[in-house]
């Protein structure tokens, strides 16, 4: 309930599971950094709302994709979750 007066969406309260380390890229749309997740290690690409301004459904269907879509050679997308100024979305850590 706190987030959604602070303007944070249901799913912020993931956010409060993980531990965020060092910056391992970045991008035109934002920035994956490396995290821990349940004692796991994780990548977390972070995708900045404002950079994707006027494309937002672009971003959801590319989620709705990733979920649905599993290969051996293909990183392992997770989870997803976003806050007031961005959509993070949990990999599976490779390297």
Not at 5 to 16: C, I, M
Not at 80 to 95: H, I, L, N
Request: proline share 2%.
């Amino acid at each position: 309930m706190l987030n959604k007066l602070q303007g944070q969406p249901g799913s912020y309260d993931k956010k409060a599971q993980y531990k965020f380390g060092k910056t391992l890229g970045a991008g035109t749309y934002g920035i994956v950094r490396e995290a821990e997740f349940n004692g796991e290690k994780c990548a977390v690409k972070i995708i900045l709302k404002k950079s994707v301004k006027g494309n937002e459904q672009m971003v959801y269907d590319e989620l709705k994709m990733l979920q649905a879509l599993h290969h051996p050679h293909i990183v392992k997308f997770q989870d997803w979750f976003e806050s007031r100024v961005g959509v993070m979305m949990r990999w599976e850590r490779t390297a």
